[in-house]
């Protein structure tokens, strides 16, 4: 990609995964809220993703933009994700279109399917289980955070429809430092390490998409979600597995 | 029901349809902006859907709503979408789970699904064409205002998933008073009969139902939304057709 790659939300965990790994590979272009707090490269814009005008100064010249700004809190009050989350995108997919994005990339989350749990587990976090989603399900929030994140799958179908912009909702799963969560089944079955975060996002980058919703997972043994559109339409490899960690040790 | 039946956005079209037809059928409260315009013998609340207080005023002591208030207008703009159909959603379904309601009936819109249909009209309008959707599909919703209804559908996932409320999300077609549109294939095939709407909604606050989505739409032989859920789980018998009239007359 030649324009530069906007990246929104650069300062949490998920953009600091993607600059870790990609930093280098694209001409990045970061937003949020706050200026960085150490030093970096990249060209920075500072605002709020609810102010039309503030994005669109992030996002003009833009060929690519990586949406991760937003209440990231799953217990989140209904008033923040309404307008941070759900508001913030509609605003963001907006201008993206005005100014002739190519490719819009969103982190949705686990919890926007995190109802499709309680009655299946703990088996649904086991190998032996085969229950899984894939992608084409209907939501089922497991919070209200998860509610704004469908939601903006939805405007990113509206937007992909209407307007003909790429879009790739990536439904995050429990990404950490280093070693998968311990003593989480959940989180193991839908851990995503730093390298395959950074790996997926490069391919959403790449890839040639229309509207796709895919999981952010590793190729753990106890995932429920399915990895097969990441691969077949976006290329993506994982490399890493949970199961292939004793705790904070990798054993295999 | 024995509880009185909350009616919001009761001086609308369907709102007027429902009345008409199983007005004396129910204990009903209504709940609009303004004061009926008209003699009424149903209480009423005047207050707007998204304050809370006027909420909880209609919605205390009410064993169902029907929440049909919101702004109604497939051109609406995203600010007034997101404020009086998706905020005010929220606010009443957070309202009617605190206030122990029963059942909640959503009026969702084939807007919702909208964009399903470019890429196949006319064809999917005829009787010849065999493309159905049954629900279970995601939305792709035809415009912002189609959006706000597929996250209030959304929200209702959540509020069934997380607190037990039984909701039923209807996608109404396009409801007339007589005669079905005339000369404009998509409302023929999506005719819903004011007859027919107010048998709908009297399914849906007597069918017992977890979550549902379903089409509120007549038996039209030229219609492309599947009936079977209506039928099967909430006792749906619509009696008209369009196919059944010839311009402004009915002809079978």
């Known amino acids: 990609m030649d324009e530069p790659v906007l990246l929104t939300g650069a300062a949490g965990r998920v953009g600091q995964a993607i600059l870790d790994g990609i930093g280098d ?6 937003f949020d809220r706050e200026p960085p707090t150490g030093d970096t490269d990249h060209e920075v814009v500072v605002g ?11 996002v003009a010249g833009a060929g690519a933009v990586i949406h991760l700004a937003g209440d990231p809190r799953p217990e989140a009050p209904w008033e923040s994700v309404l307008r941070n989350n759900i508001d913030g995108a509609q605003t963001i997919l907006d201008v993206a279109v005005e100014e002739d994005v190519e490719k819009f990339v969103f982190a949705s989350s686990n919890h926007a399917v995190g109802h499709y749990e309680p009655e299946r587990k703990p088996d649904l976090y086991r190998e ?4 899984h989603l894939d992608g084409t399900e209907l939501p089922r929030p497991g919070n209200l955070y998860g509610v704004s994140k469908a939601a903006g799958e939805t405007l990113g179908r509206y ?15 429990n990404l950490t430092v280093g070693h998968p969560p311990i003593d989480y089944e959940r ?6 390490s730093q390298h395959d975060c950074a790996h997926l996002f490069d391919c959403c980058l790449s890839a040639d998409y229309g509207y796709e919703i895919v999981f952010g997972i590793s190729d753990n043994d106890r995932k429920y979600y399915s990895l097969e559109r990441a691969r077949e339409v976006l290329g993506y490899d994982p490399q890493d597995n949970s199961a292939e960690w004793d705790g904070d040790e990798k054993v295999v």
Chains 1, 2 share one sequence.
Request: charged residues 35%; without cysteine; glycine residues 4%.
């Open 48 to 58: 709020d993703v609810t102010d039309e005008d503030a994005v669109r100064e992030a």
């Open 25 to 30: 590979d694209y001409d990045w272009r970061l």
């Open 128 to 131: 032996h289980d085969d229950f």
């Open 159 to 173: 937007y992909h429809d209407e307007h003909d912009l790429s879009f790739v909702a990536v439904r995050i799963g």
């Open 187 to 192: 989180g193991q079955a839908m851990w995503l």
